[in-house]
């Protein structure tokens, strides 16, 4: 029993000598100051069942957009960089793709050419990537890609790019009762690989967009076929509507860092009783990269005018974060 | 302390004298026989963690049809009486009804023209009485409905005609780990308004038809309208890409009692593990209904057949259920 306690002292001790914390700290990678200290407020406010805003835990909901938010999304957004790779890997089934855009783009790692085909030649290849195969077999692609592929700026995993400071306020948020969702423009298949791994978030809590899918006998055997055809986009004006189709509910704290969130925080910000919305701002290019209203991916513009305008709250990442990622070591399940 | 006692005995004691129960019956509605027997035995042998069979918590889904599963659906469907009842509402705002079908069938209860009008002629109800309105205020059409309107036959509202057996193994289910949806052919909306108060079942766990919703702002206010157009139907083949579009994870254990079942239990039944698949029979004309191969509303036919080739479980309504109702004063929200 001595040894068991003496066991417990020590690794407390080490790991406060290593990055000086309090032991009831549940946000150790963020720094004192505003931004840690609404979201603090909010959350007791919202469990103490003595104040008037207190809410039911059965209502809190709390929405997470991914790129951007939950994990890096520079200098592409991560499954784009897997479409690219699977038009690579099948170009050999595909000699029409040598003289086809954006295809042609991609074989020939022509960068201009590819942004040039704009968001419908994105569609073309998803499309040409991640449909005509069944459910399993799609994420089984994307598993092996995530096991094997690593980021060219930090030479690590793509899933070990999340955000440590994101992951301690899911876990802070679960631990007082919510249930957390991820409300991504990304694919719901893709996403669902590694989220519950990577961010403890299950299959029937990641909301995304998706094509259409189709269920089949095959020898007797059932599976769901992915077609390829467009079913819902789950951006912008999408994230409300893929919200109450999948949750039913509004949420009552929603987490974003782009325009692609702003429906989402408006939608969140407008229900009734106590309300929690945040911009992740991308400040760090050092740790990070440093980017709003002028990016291409990610650009946060309006929602930036919004959430000043409204007095939500906005990490300034260079500012409000100790540790940007986990370390390499972490949370890699792969 | 002595009277706090003396009162749960009691209690508990005179509960067991009206009916008579073991203290550890989860299902004390469920006469004992094979039908309750398979059902315990699954459970225990996936909770069992020293049991080759043992599934993990979050893997523990479990899938439940709604019509003539989880409440009675005779003589038509609970949703389309409100729709009727809409239409005779809404009449006056609209004088066109009184000479185009399928409205005028249902203004002059003419219902051998309304049978005619088959599911075109339901959708088409569907579309004027559900839509071009947010979410909100259909909400609160239904919650209204519900308070106010009475099933024909059995003089309760219709929300007191779901099956007490049911809701013990809902209740069961869940008190081993299982997240209970339910995969309905109905509106997915409707049957929000109810599920969390009368099942235990939260917005985020029901899976259903839906219409195409658009997110809007009103006056700076934002609102999700619904659209008269279809989105989605949750039938037949549309059950398991419904499951898994919401869930993302097969379930291992599906209930449900008509052929727009049978492809959500094929899917559950072809998963690795332990599966459970059981169809509600109704062979009780003089507590509820008795119709299987030839009925119009729930036909039990092809899934009839899977269940007895493939020895999934069959509820006989007549000899499995001691009760079929909740007592009146029992499971009513309104």
Known sequence: MRLVLATIVFAFLSQCFTHPCRADDPLPSWHDGPTKTAIVRFIERVTDEDSPNFVPEAERIAT????????????IYFQLVFAIDR???????????????????VLEDDHEALAKSGMQGIAELVMATHTNMTTDEFAKTVESWLKTTRHPRFDRPYQELVFRPMLELLEYLRANGFKTYIVSGGGIEFLRVFAEE?????????????????FELRDGKPVIVRLPETDFINDKEGKPVGIHRHIGRRPIAAFGNSDGDLQMLQWTAAGAGPRFCLLVHHTDADREW?????????????????????????????????????????????
């Open 64 to 75: 997470f957009d991914n790129d951007g938010c939950l994990w890096s999304e520079k200098p």
């Open 87 to 105: 038009v690579k890997e099948l170009a050999p089934e595909h000699p029409e793709w040598k003289t086809r855009q954006p295809f042609k783009a």
């Open 198 to 214: 990577v961010y403890g978030i299950p299959p029937e809590q990641i909301i995304g967009s998706s094509i259409k899918t189709e």
């Open 290 to 334: 440093a980017y709003d209203r002028d990016s291409h991916v990610g650009r946060l513009d309006k929602a930036l005018d919004a959430a000043n305008k409204n007095g939500w709250t906005i990490v300034d990442m260079k500012r409000d974060w100790k540790t940007i990622y986990p370390k390499p070591s972490g949370y890699a399940p792969y």
